[in-house]
């Protein structure tokens, strides 16, 4: 399942993936992303996506879950940054 959260984030549910997997499928999405230029008036451009995993566990709540995704985002995001 895929939904926009706001603005340029976007969420994906991954069902019956473990975090290693959730992982790796991250890291082709952004890979796949990175790759793709998009055309734009007279040139292209390249984009870039940080993603933020967290298994959803047992007990733990849909907001708990966002905000650890949250949370992982910014740490990935903050690693790209110059």
């Not at 992982?23 to 990175?34: C, D, P, S």
Request: negative net charge.
């Amino acid at each position: 399942a895929v939904g926009r959260r706001g603005g340029d984030e976007f969420g994906v549910i991954l069902t019956q993936a473990d975090q290693q997997t959730a992982e790796i499928k991250a890291a082709q999405l952004a890979g796949a992303v990175a790759a793709t230029p998009v055309a734009w008036k007279d040139g292209a451009f390249t984009a870039q996506v940080s993603c933020g995993v967290v298994e959803i566990a047992k007990g733990v709540s849909a907001d708990e879950a966002m905000e650890k995704a949250d949370s992982a985002m910014y740490a990935v995001k903050s690693k790209k940054s110059p």
